[in-house]
């Protein structure tokens, strides 16, 4: 079944500066990849997926690349704020497969 | 608006009671889910139904079962709790099998 890295556990940045937060996946046939977004006592929530017929998305300063030849995808933050301090989640399904698999998730801290 | 329900919010029981926690969404979504969320192990799938009297196993059943009479409805069942399975319940629903998962609040539980 689909296995799910999700790297680094924590990561300290700067107000502004840009985070990146890395996944690989074993299943080559998955082809839908969302990010999660939790606060603090919240629930989780999407702020971007991509599919596998696409290399690269963007949404604001909210980035996601995919190398499906390499295994594995990434979420770019850029210009961060405070509001980003939160857990973030990657996920992973496969075409005609029946579970999301998730990641450890990955704490991102932004000092200000 | 349509939205999706876990009740209770926190629950405390004891060793070897039979525990229900309930999950409602008013999105008519065909798919649903329950993780249990556990630090260090990110969002972890214990049971999915796609659909009234669907039902399947993730990767962390045991010890937990599941009904789908209605299409709002994914109650979960604990029928005899343990200790380990003290922690964050969620509840989600998708349109698509494989797309945008929308979650619950949450349900805190602990098994003394």
């Known amino acids: 079944g689909e296995n799910v890295e999700q790297h680094p556990s924590t990561l300290s940045v700067q107000e502004g500066d840009s985070a990146v937060i890395k996944c690989t996946y074993s299943?080559?046939?998955?082809?839908?990849f969302p990010w999660y977004k939790q606060e603090l006592g919240k629930r989780p929530q999407l702020i971007i997926d991509?599919?596998?017929?696409?290399g690269e998305k963007k949404d604001q300063r909210i980035a996601v690349t995919l190398n499906k030849t390499a295994k594995h995808f990434s979420l770019h933050i850029t210009e961060t704020q405070p509001e980003d301090s939160a857990v973030y989640f990657c996920?992973?399904?496969?075409?005609?497969?029946?579970?999301?698999?998730f990641g450890a998730g990955t704490i991102l801290r932004v000092k200000s | 608006d349509a939205e999706i329900t876990q009740s209770p919010r926190h629950k405390i029981t004891e060793t070897g009671r039979q525990v229900t926690l309930a999950c409602h969404q008013t999105?008519?979504?065909?798919?649903m889910f329950w993780y249990r969320q556990d630090l260090g192990h990110g969002l972890r799938l214990i049971h999915y139904?796609?659909?009234?009297?669907?039902?399947n196993k993730g990767e962390v059943s045991d010890g937990y079962s599941v009904s789908r009479s209605n299409t709002e409805d994914l109650p979960l069942t604990l029928e005899s709790a343990a200790s380990s399975q003290t922690s964050v319940y969620f509840c989600?629903?998708?349109?698509?099998?494989?797309?945008?998962?929308?979650f619950g609040p949450g349900t805190r539980l602990t098994v003394l």
């Open positions: 991509i599919r596998s017929n696409v």
């Open positions: 139904s796609y659909g009234v009297q669907d039902t």
């Open positions: 996920a992973a399904i496969s075409r005609g497969g029946n579970k999301l698999v």
């Open positions: 989600a629903s998708s349109e698509l099998r494989a797309g945008e998962q929308f």
């Open positions: 299943d080559s046939a998955s082809n839908y």
């Open positions: 999105w008519n979504h065909n798919n």
